[in-house]
């Protein structure tokens, strides 16, 4: 198969199977589309009978398209076969690589929409709300990715809540144990941090662009969209007081890695204005992500949103593409794909490795599969002093990659995407082996942005 679309003036085909990118002209384009379908004279008939006699359409210039596309299907670039199918994993008993450590299960704003019931999480089975982490399970849990880590030298851990800065003697103490042992142990750790920013005060800026590799910092956006949601618990909105906060610290951060991230929700489908506004206060790394929540709450994500959301993404990549002509480029998450290497094809099989090579850790030391499945009591894999006491279940993760899903066969963009999240499947579907089909969509019309930003960039070259 080959996924043919057309995006901001320009002509592509994509070749799921070996990962190729063409760039076209429209009479290619035309060929294409009829190539599985016609024979080569019905090919030339039906062109010559759409360009209507058009000099620079004729039929020896279509045939020699057609000799074009042949080569190119020969050479294993167009219409090429998926040798994947049957890839047996490259690891049967993949190592840990990550951990997400949940510090604090308490937070400082109360965010309507938070997945995490306002990063409280429920049935917190210490009967401690708020939870915070101790350091002795922060200890074990860097213990636990160590040993489990098999020969795999760079880890990773996120401090993720809630809100971790209201547990930041702990970050600190964490960070410090890690760095004593890593060399012993062969190992190599990177430390990222999601924060709210209420906390972030100079001393914490300073350590942040010390010791941690990458930093989230949440904002939605314009100040009437993120106080919408992002409230005090008094019912202040926190733009004003985090906004400064922010900018201060993007300014120190320097050239290290960062990103502003924002959740968009049917209350601000027009989102390409809040990442403007990001980029007008001065942050050049930004993210937005569609909303997690119930299909019945007032902020959900409808049907009739997708074509206001489609078209979103196609402004975020033109004015991307005019920003970076003018020297003042701005990066989205969802737009960096490597089209030349980009990740082995064991990663774009079994995706992002929750429950097997990535695991959540909740402030008592309990193990799940990622951030969005805490506490769900079908999905406890273990705890770090133990280890994972339900293999089966890790497995069942592990396994839960594309070609699980009968759905993803004939799907274009199925080796980008190595199946979709797992989260999002469950609570969509109520299986982890299901599929989010309106995630699939988002991620889909996402990736024609990417991929004709990608073009644009070698035409202009």
């Not at 350590?207 to 409230?231: A, I, T």
């Not at 002509?325 to 079994?350: A, N, Q, S, V």
């Not at 002093?385 to 993760?397: I, M, N, T, W, Y």
């Amino acid at each position: 198969m080959v996924h043919l679309f057309e995006s901001n003036g320009y002509y592509i085909a994509v070749d799921p199977a070996s990962g190729s990118v063409h760039s076209l002209d429209e009479v290619a384009y035309d060929v294409i589309s009829l190539f599985e379908k016609k024979t080569e004279s019905e090919i030339v008939t039906a062109l010559l009978e759409k360009y209507g006699g058009r000099p620079d359409v004729t039929e020896d210039e279509i045939r020699e398209c057609i000799a074009d596309v042949e080569e190119l299907k020969a050479a294993g670039t167009l219409f090429s076969e998926d040798e994947f199918r049957d890839l047996e994993p490259k690891d049967e008993k993949s190592p840990v690589k990550a951990l997400c450590l949940h510090v604090a299960h308490t937070c400082n704003l109360n965010c309507e929409y938070c997945f995490a019931a306002q990063g409280k999480y429920s049935g917190d089975p210490t009967g401690k709300k708020p939870a915070l982490m101790s350091f002795e399970v922060a200890k074990a849990a860097i213990d636990f990715l160590i040993k489990n880590s098999g020969t795999r030298r760079n880890l990773e851990v996120d401090f993720f809540g809630g809100e971790p800065l209201m547990n930041f003697d702990v970050v600190k103490r964490t960070v410090a144990y890690a760095r004593s042992v890593e060399k012993r142990a062969g190992k190599n750790f990177r430390f990222t941090l999601t924060t709210n920013g209420v906390l972030l005060d100079d001393e914490v800026t300073e350590y942040c662009n010390r010791e941690m590799n990458n930093v989230v910092l949440s904002l939605d956006g314009r100040r009437e969209v993120h106080d919408r949601f992002r409230r005090f618990y008094d019912g202040r909105g926190s733009y004003d007081e985090i906004v400064p906060k922010f900018q201060r610290f993007v300014e120190k951060r320097g050239g290290l890695s960062y990103y502003v991230r924002g959740t968009f929700t049917h209350m601000n489908t027009d989102f390409t204005e809040d990442l403007f506004h990001m980029a007008d206060l001065g942050f050049r790394e930004l993210s937005m992500e569609p909303v997690v929540c119930k299909p019945g709450d007032p902020y959900a994500l409808t049907e009739d949103d997708l074509p206001v959301l489609f078209e979103q993404y196609d402004i975020l990549a033109r004015e991307m593409l005019k920003r970076e002509k003018e020297g003042d480029p701005i990066t989205f998450y969802h737009y960096m794909i490597d089209l030349t290497e980009g990740p082995c094809i064991y990663k774009r099989i079994t995706g992002c490795g929750s429950g097997f090579e990535y695991m959540a850790v909740t402030p008592w030391g309990e193990l799940f599969p990622c951030h969005q499945f805490v506490n769900d009591p079908d999905y406890s894999l273990g705890n770090v002093f133990e280890g994972v006491k339900d293999p089966a279940l890790s497995e069942k993760f592990r396994s839960c990659g594309v070609y699980s899903h009968p759905e993803c066969a004939d799907c274009w963009a199925r080796l980008w995407c190595a199946g979709g999240c797992a989260a999002n499947a469950y609570h969509a579907t109520g299986d982890i082996a299901g599929v989010y089909e309106y995630g699939c969509r988002l991620f889909r019309h996402r990736l024609e942005c990417a991929i004709m930003m990608n073009v644009a960039r070698e035409e202009d070259n």
